[in-house]
């Protein structure tokens, strides 16, 4: 069973954003008896050394240093990860029951093909897909060159990209069409569909966990923009389930 663990960071420094911090006191409100531990500078100097982690920390590529975070909290300790821009609608205690669950994305890349929520993934300590992602980063370096004005060229590979590719060996179906269907791997991941994680259903909020707020605002331009949720539908859609639950119709 995965531990109750929420792992999280922030390593800018700055003060959180109103909407950051409302997403994080919502998670306290919604998780009680779950510990929350936030990777943040001092935390993450004590505990990790990656070349790949520094790099993105000097360029202020905080998304990129992230990514390695959440693998290493993940593998070391078990839990699951929040990014901050996860916007939490209900407890998640019927996550846990398993050894490694994510989710997949709402949106699809040029090709047609979905990523996986890495935004919103949990597993045990030491499981098998998270050491394998954790280990795409060995002896790999987030600044890879320099260009001919002398500014570094970096690798922003995405995490949801690298580990639906692990997960592909393992049977992953990532057809735009399977977008919103489970799937359990041979390795025994359990894959959710896009909107337990990413986006709601049309028809209804109540298998939806979260939302991923800013999701994919560093996105480049192979990802295809057609294919993300409209933020002013989704937040609509939000209001109304508000509403409906307020009232108890839903």
């Not at 592909?168 to 919103?180: A, H, I, T």
């Amino acid at each position: 069973m995965i531990p109750k663990i929420i792992h999280y960071s922030w390593f800018s420094g700055d003060k959180y954003p109103e909407d950051i911090e409302r997403y994080i006191c919502r998670w306290k409100e919604l998780l009680p008896g779950y510990e929350f531990v936030l990777w943040d500078m001092a935390r993450l100097e004590k505990e990790i050394d990656s070349d790949f982690v520094k790099e993105a920390i000097s360029q202020r590529k905080w998304a990129f240093a992230a990514d390695y975070t959440r693998l290493f909290a993940i593998n070391k300790y078990g839990g699951i990860w929040f990014d901050t821009d996860v916007e939490l609608f209900k407890n998640i205690d019927d996550l846990l029951d398993c050894d490694c669950f994510i989710g997949k994305e709402s949106w699809v890349d040029n090709d047609g093909f979905v990523y996986l929520t890495s935004h919103f993934m949990g597993a045990v300590k030491g499981h098998q897909f998270i050491k394998e992602s954790l280990d795409y980063y060995n002896d790999r370096h987030f600044i890879v060159g320099t260009n001919s004005d002398g500014k570094p060229i970096m690798d922003q590979t995405m995490i949801s990209q690298m580990q639906s590719e692990i997960a592909l060996k393992y049977g992953l179906d990532r057809r735009e069409k399977s977008k919103n269907k489970a799937q359990i791997l041979t390795n025994g991941v359990k894959i959710y569909p896009s909107y337990c994680f990413c986006r709601p259903l049309y028809t209804s909020m109540r298998k939806v966990y979260a939302i991923h707020r800013v999701a994919g605002a560093w996105r480049d331009k192979d990802i295809n923009p057609k294919s993300m949720t409209d933020p002013k539908k989704l937040t609509f859609r939000v209001i109304i389930w508000r509403m409906l639950h307020l009232f108890g119709l839903k």
